[in-house]
Antibody
């Protein structure tokens, strides 16, 4: 059974640099691309970042480029999101999500999600 | 790619057939997923590949379309189906993009 558990959220002052973590279990973590998706209070879903299964490729939404860094530790089945230079607009629930792969090899949808961790940027 | 969804809100009665629409600003082939999100919960994958139900999703949920026009149909709405529904394209990325969502509430 796939299980994703995020941690590291809380109230953070603007300019601070928290790191979110996502502990994965129930699947072979090292063979799947992983994502962070966020949701501002009362708003829709926004994809944030993806990291390839081996960590060799990373992509970000423009609004976090240069500020956030996605990483993974396949020996510990853990995904991270280092968040630097936080802005009030970064206030959101941050979900980690496993990328799904269909029988034809197409991928890019999110078949399992964690419960999310709330990051509130406030002075 | 910009994703749009209509309507923004849909008020329906249990047992009714529901049709939600999703449009992409350019073709995404069949690389389209649908998610359901209930208050306080994470999104749940319903449909991927535009029409393939995810594991454990009831047969009353079906997806159709390709290119730029997609539909999610709930054949007979159950009480547990009142939620917000999002579409997401994964054909051209980054970024992966979601629609703004359609809220299905009780009439």
């Amino acid at each position: 059974q796939v299980h994703l558990v995020e941690s590291g959220g809380g109230v953070v002052q603007p300019g601070r640099s928290p790191r979110l973590s996502c502990a994965a279990s129930g699947f072979t973590f090292s063979t799947y691309d992983m994502h962070w998706v966020r949701q501002a209070p009362g708003k829709g879903l926004e994809w944030v970042a993806v990291i390839s299964y081996d960590g060799s490729s990373r992509y970000y939404v423009d609004s976090v480029k240069g500020r956030f860094t996605i990483s993974r530790d396949n020996s510990k089945n853990t995904l991270h999101l280092q968040m630097n230079i936080l802005e009030p607009e970064d206030t959101a629930v941050y979900y980690c999500a496993k990328e799904g792969v269909d029988y034809g090899g197409n991928s890019g949808y999110f078949d399992y999600w964690g419960q999310g961790t709330l990051v509130t940027v406030s002075s | 790619i910009v994703m749009t969804q209509s309507p923004a809100t849909l008020s329906v009665s249990p047992g009714e057939r529901v049709t939600l629409s999703c449009r992409a600003s350019q073709s995404v082939s069949s690389n389209l997923a649908w998610y359901q999100q209930k208050p306080g919960q994470a999104p749940r994958l319903l449909i991927y590949g535009a029409s393939t139900r995810a594991t454990g999703i009831p047969a009353r949920f079906s997806g159709s379309g390709s290119g730029t026009e997609f539909t999610l149909t709930i054949s007979s709405l159950q009480s547990e189906d009142f939620a917000v529904y999002y579409c997401q394209q994964y054909n051209n990325w980054p970024p992966f993009t979601f629609g703004p969502g359609t809220k299905v509430d009780i009439k």
